[in-house]
Protein backbone atom coordinates (compact mmCIF):
# COMPACT_ATOMS: atom_id res chain seq x y z
CA UNK A 1 0.00 0.00 0.00
CA UNK A 2 1.00 3.73 -0.79
CA UNK A 3 1.53 5.19 2.53
CA UNK A 4 1.24 9.32 3.00
CA UNK A 5 2.91 10.93 5.62
CA UNK A 6 1.28 12.92 8.47
CA UNK A 7 0.34 16.37 6.75
CA UNK A 8 1.18 15.30 3.49
CA UNK A 9 -1.29 16.18 1.22
CA UNK A 10 -3.33 13.54 -0.55
CA UNK A 11 -5.41 14.95 -3.19
CA UNK A 12 -5.53 14.01 -6.21
CA UNK A 13 -6.12 16.30 -9.82
CA UNK A 14 -10.02 16.97 -9.70
CA UNK A 15 -10.15 15.52 -13.11
CA UNK A 16 -8.99 11.87 -11.52
CA UNK A 17 -10.44 12.13 -8.18
CA UNK A 18 -10.37 8.77 -6.73
CA UNK A 19 -12.11 7.66 -3.85
CA UNK A 20 -10.69 7.04 -0.56
CA UNK A 21 -10.82 4.21 1.57
CA UNK A 22 -9.27 3.44 4.82
CA UNK A 23 -9.13 -0.45 6.32
CA UNK A 24 -8.61 -1.52 10.23
CA UNK A 25 -8.43 -5.60 9.48
CA UNK A 26 -8.53 -7.34 12.79
CA UNK A 27 -6.41 -10.32 10.94
CA UNK A 28 -2.84 -10.97 10.31
CA UNK A 29 -3.05 -12.38 6.36
CA UNK A 30 -5.95 -13.53 5.07
CA UNK A 31 -7.96 -9.90 5.15
CA UNK A 32 -4.43 -8.08 4.44
CA UNK A 33 -4.04 -10.34 1.47
CA UNK A 34 -7.61 -10.80 -0.16
CA UNK A 35 -8.06 -6.91 0.27
CA UNK A 36 -4.53 -5.71 -1.57
CA UNK A 37 -5.26 -7.98 -4.13
CA UNK A 38 -9.25 -6.28 -5.08
CA UNK A 39 -7.62 -2.88 -4.30
CA UNK A 40 -4.32 -3.57 -6.77
CA UNK A 41 -7.45 -5.14 -9.62
CA UNK A 42 -9.02 -1.29 -8.88
CA UNK A 43 -6.52 1.19 -8.30
CA UNK A 44 -7.09 2.74 -11.25
CA UNK A 45 -10.36 4.72 -9.39
CA UNK A 46 -9.56 4.18 -5.33
CA UNK A 47 -6.83 4.54 -3.00
CA UNK A 48 -6.82 2.02 -0.08
CA UNK A 49 -4.85 1.72 2.94
CA UNK A 50 -4.61 -0.88 5.28
CA UNK A 51 -4.20 0.05 9.08
CA UNK A 52 -0.94 -1.72 10.74
CA UNK A 53 -2.07 -4.57 12.48
CA UNK A 54 -1.84 -3.07 16.45
CA UNK A 55 -5.38 -4.13 17.99
CA UNK A 56 -6.69 -7.55 18.95
CA UNK A 57 -10.60 -7.33 19.58
CA UNK A 58 -13.28 -5.73 17.96
CA UNK A 59 -13.85 -2.75 20.16
CA UNK A 60 -10.43 -1.44 20.19
CA UNK A 61 -10.00 -1.67 16.19
CA UNK A 62 -13.27 0.10 15.89
CA UNK A 63 -11.56 2.93 18.65
CA UNK A 64 -8.96 3.02 16.16
CA UNK A 65 -10.89 3.45 13.43
CA UNK A 66 -12.66 6.53 15.20
CA UNK A 67 -9.56 8.31 16.73
CA UNK A 68 -7.90 8.06 13.00
CA UNK A 69 -10.83 9.54 11.43
CA UNK A 70 -11.54 12.13 13.70
CA UNK A 71 -7.43 12.70 13.50
CA UNK A 72 -7.64 13.22 9.47
CA UNK A 73 -10.74 15.15 9.77
CA UNK A 74 -9.13 17.89 12.04
CA UNK A 75 -5.99 18.28 9.80
CA UNK A 76 -8.45 18.58 6.54
CA UNK A 77 -9.91 21.03 8.48
CA UNK A 78 -6.49 22.51 8.97
CA UNK A 79 -5.71 22.30 4.89
CA UNK A 80 -3.15 19.50 5.49
CA UNK A 81 -4.73 16.76 2.67
CA UNK A 82 -7.77 15.20 3.18
CA UNK A 83 -9.67 12.84 5.54
CA UNK A 84 -10.78 9.46 3.79
CA UNK A 85 -14.04 8.76 2.19
CA UNK A 86 -14.78 6.13 4.08
CA UNK A 87 -13.00 4.07 7.37
CA UNK A 88 -13.92 0.27 7.64
CA UNK A 89 -12.77 -2.65 10.11
CA UNK A 90 -13.34 -5.73 9.30
CA UNK A 91 -13.37 -8.29 12.16
CA UNK A 92 -14.84 -11.84 13.14
CA UNK A 93 -17.86 -12.61 15.86
CA UNK A 94 -15.82 -15.37 16.74
CA UNK A 95 -15.13 -15.64 20.84
CA UNK A 96 -14.52 -11.52 21.04
CA UNK A 97 -16.23 -10.00 23.71
CA UNK A 98 -18.05 -6.67 23.56
CA UNK A 99 -19.22 -7.66 20.08
CA UNK A 100 -22.25 -5.49 20.38
CA UNK A 101 -20.43 -2.55 21.63
CA UNK A 102 -18.10 -2.14 19.00
CA UNK A 103 -20.95 -2.45 16.15
CA UNK A 104 -22.98 0.43 17.94
CA UNK A 105 -19.46 2.66 18.41
CA UNK A 106 -19.04 1.92 14.59
CA UNK A 107 -22.74 2.96 14.06
CA UNK A 108 -22.69 6.32 16.36
CA UNK A 109 -19.08 7.33 14.77
CA UNK A 110 -19.97 6.36 11.23
CA UNK A 111 -17.36 3.46 11.01
CA UNK A 112 -17.59 0.69 8.18
CA UNK A 113 -17.78 -2.50 9.50
CA UNK A 114 -17.15 -5.68 7.37
CA UNK A 115 -18.16 -8.35 9.79
CA UNK A 116 -18.40 -12.21 9.77
CA UNK A 117 -19.93 -14.44 11.47
CA UNK A 118 -18.24 -16.77 13.16
CA UNK A 119 -15.60 -15.93 10.91
CA UNK A 120 -13.43 -14.70 7.84
CA UNK A 121 -13.52 -18.02 6.07
CA UNK A 122 -17.09 -18.59 6.19
CA UNK A 123 -16.97 -15.95 4.08
CA UNK A 124 -14.22 -17.80 1.83
CA UNK A 125 -16.55 -21.13 2.10
CA UNK A 126 -19.60 -19.57 0.42
CA UNK A 127 -17.26 -18.60 -2.77
CA UNK A 128 -17.26 -22.23 -3.32
CA UNK A 129 -20.99 -23.81 -1.40
CA UNK A 130 -23.99 -22.70 0.13
CA UNK A 131 -24.71 -22.88 3.70
CA UNK A 132 -27.19 -21.71 5.99
CA UNK A 133 -27.07 -23.71 9.06
CA UNK A 134 -25.12 -22.95 12.02
CA UNK A 135 -21.48 -23.73 11.96
CA UNK A 136 -18.00 -23.32 14.49
CA UNK A 137 -15.00 -21.81 13.43
CA UNK A 138 -13.05 -24.93 13.22
CA UNK A 139 -15.61 -26.69 10.57
CA UNK A 140 -15.57 -23.19 8.45
CA UNK A 141 -11.93 -23.20 8.62
CA UNK A 142 -11.26 -26.88 7.92
CA UNK A 143 -13.82 -26.61 4.66
CA UNK A 144 -12.31 -23.30 3.43
CA UNK A 145 -8.59 -25.01 3.41
CA UNK A 146 -9.90 -27.55 1.77
CA UNK A 147 -11.63 -25.76 -0.76
CA UNK A 148 -8.15 -23.41 -1.59
CA UNK A 149 -5.64 -26.02 -0.81
CA UNK A 150 -3.87 -23.66 1.68
CA UNK A 151 -3.88 -21.70 5.21
CA UNK A 152 -4.44 -17.94 6.33
CA UNK A 153 -1.78 -16.78 3.86
CA UNK A 154 -3.71 -16.88 0.80
CA UNK A 155 -1.85 -18.05 -2.41
CA UNK A 156 -2.39 -16.53 -5.41
CA UNK A 157 -3.90 -19.61 -7.43
CA UNK A 158 -6.56 -18.97 -4.06
CA UNK A 159 -7.06 -15.63 -4.95
CA UNK A 160 -7.56 -16.16 -8.96
CA UNK A 161 -10.92 -18.58 -7.32
CA UNK A 162 -11.90 -16.27 -5.31
CA UNK A 163 -12.30 -13.70 -7.46
CA UNK A 164 -13.99 -15.43 -10.12
CA UNK A 165 -16.33 -16.66 -7.60
CA UNK A 166 -16.95 -13.39 -6.31
CA UNK A 167 -20.34 -12.87 -7.36
CA UNK A 168 -21.42 -16.04 -6.44
CA UNK A 169 -20.85 -15.49 -2.84
CA UNK A 170 -21.98 -12.08 -2.19
CA UNK A 171 -25.13 -13.43 -3.72
CA UNK A 172 -25.04 -16.29 -0.99
CA UNK A 173 -24.13 -13.40 1.74
CA UNK A 174 -26.55 -11.21 0.16
CA UNK A 175 -29.30 -14.37 0.76
CA UNK A 176 -28.21 -15.36 4.27
CA UNK A 177 -28.74 -11.53 5.62
CA UNK A 178 -32.37 -11.75 3.83
CA UNK A 179 -32.79 -15.13 5.70
CA UNK A 180 -32.06 -13.82 8.88
CA UNK A 181 -34.09 -11.02 8.76
CA UNK A 182 -37.02 -12.98 7.47
CA UNK A 183 -36.16 -14.92 10.69
CA UNK A 184 -36.22 -12.01 13.01
CA UNK A 185 -32.30 -13.41 14.28
CA UNK A 186 -30.44 -10.59 15.79
CA UNK A 187 -27.19 -9.46 13.94
CA UNK A 188 -24.98 -10.53 14.07
CA UNK A 189 -26.09 -14.10 12.65
CA UNK A 190 -24.11 -17.52 12.22
CA UNK A 191 -23.50 -17.94 9.59
CA UNK A 192 -22.85 -14.59 7.80
CA UNK A 193 -20.83 -12.18 6.20
CA UNK A 194 -20.85 -8.09 5.38
CA UNK A 195 -17.18 -8.67 3.65
CA UNK A 196 -19.07 -7.83 -0.10
CA UNK A 197 -19.97 -4.95 1.17
CA UNK A 198 -15.91 -3.95 1.41
CA UNK A 199 -14.91 -5.78 -1.61
CA UNK A 200 -18.28 -3.52 -3.19
CA UNK A 201 -16.43 -0.35 -1.81
CA UNK A 202 -13.08 -0.95 -3.32
CA UNK A 203 -14.39 -2.43 -6.95
CA UNK A 204 -16.74 0.30 -7.27
CA UNK A 205 -19.74 -1.91 -7.69
CA UNK A 206 -23.20 -0.65 -7.24
CA UNK A 207 -25.68 -3.21 -8.01
CA UNK A 208 -28.00 -3.28 -5.50
Known sequence: MTSHPRGSTRRPSNNA?????????EGKQTEPIYLTHWYRRHREHVIVKLAPHRHTTPLELVQAAVNQ??????????????AFDEYWCVFDVDAHPKIR???????????????SAPCIELWLLIHFESQTAYL????????????????????????????????????????LDR??????????????????????????????
Request: aromatic fraction near 2%; glycine fraction near 8%; proline fraction near 5%.
Open 17 to 25: KRRQLMIFP
Open 136 to 175: SREEAQRRSREHLSCEKKLTPAALDILVRNYSEARKRARE
Open 69 to 82: RTSDTREAKRGRGD
Open 101 to 115: DALELAAAKGICIAL
Open 179 to 208: KHEGDGSPAPCNPSSGVWRLVDAISGNSAG
